[in-house]
T-cell receptor, first 116, second 112 residues
Framework: AQKITQTQPGMFVQEKEAVTLDCTYDTSDQSYGLFWYKQPSSGEMIFLIYQGSYDEQNATEGRYSLNFQKARKSANLVISASQLGDSAMYFCAMREGMWGGFKTIFGAGTRLFVKA | NAGVTQTPKFRVLKTGQSMTLLCAQDMNHEYMYWYRQDPGMGLRLIHYSVGEGTTAKGEVPDGYNVSRLKKQNFLLGLESAAPSQTSVYFC???????????FGDGTRLSIL
């Protein structure tokens, strides 16, 4: 069954340091996509980064990178040079059937606190 | 530049009442989704649609019905509201492949 696990309910990081948010997934599909979203206290969902199951290189978007380890079924988000504005909830999500756009499920989330 | 619009933004219902949440997208997306978000549980998929006239069950479909009569609209219905359905409801839409979901601003629903 399709499943996303985020084992860190909360994380603290010092401003300007890097932080890794963990995400593991379970799927029997060979074709799938992994996403990370940010949800600030205002409530909106903001897309951060995407990794396809067939992508050989780890995805990067500015200060965000995705550490994709397919054999271990993990897709950790790395935020470099943390900023106070990075304090938010972070959700990992998986879509099975990459080109079919089928159902997408989310993990429970990790709340990140950035300290000044 | 509307994107995904959810109506209403807030609603209070009494147990047993019915209501419909409306989601509209103007991006010509094929896929639309309804999620609920409860504290500590992230977003859980209620129902989704892969095209006009089609719907499918997600992780927590019980107590909800949906319809996608037009490509741009996805309706979520509660036939007989229960306090356990108190939640924040998010609608999202997306297109094929590696495109992310676009989310509405959410509907905060309280059932007394």
């Amino acid at each position: 069954a399709q499943k996303i696990t985020q084992t860190q309910p909360g994380m603290f990081v010092q401003e300007k340091e890097a932080v890794t948010l963990d995400c593991t997934y379970d799927t029997s599909d060979q074709s799938y996509g992994l996403f990370w979203y940010k949800q600030p206290s205002s409530g909106e969902m903001i897309f951060l980064i995407y990794q396809g199951s067939y992508d050989e290189q780890n995805a990067t978007e500015g200060r965000y990178s995705l550490n994709f380890q397919k054999a271990r079924k993990s897709a950790n988000l790395v935020i470099s040079a943390s900023q106070l504005g990075d304090s938010a909830m972070y959700f990992c999500a998986m879509r099975e059937g990459m080109w079919g756009g089928f159902k997408t499920i989310f993990g429970a989330g990790t709340r990140l606190f950035v300290k000044a | 530049n509307a994107g995904v619009t959810q109506t209403p933004k807030f609603r209070v219902l009494k147990t047993g009442q019915s209501m419909t949440l409306l989601c509209a997208q103007d991006m010509n997306h094929e896929y639309m989704y309804w999620y609920r978000q409860d504290p500590g549980m992230g977003l859980r998929l209620i129902h989704y649609s892969v095209g006009e006239g089609t719907t499918a069950k997600g992780e927590v479909p019980d107590g909800y019905n949906v319809s996608r009569l037009k490509k741009q609209n996805f309706l979520l219905g509660l036939e007989s509201a229960a306090p356990s359905q108190t939640s924040v409801y998010f609608c999202a839409s997306s297109n094929l492949g590696n495109q992310p979901q676009h989310f509405g601003d959410g509907t905060r629903l309280s059932i007394l």
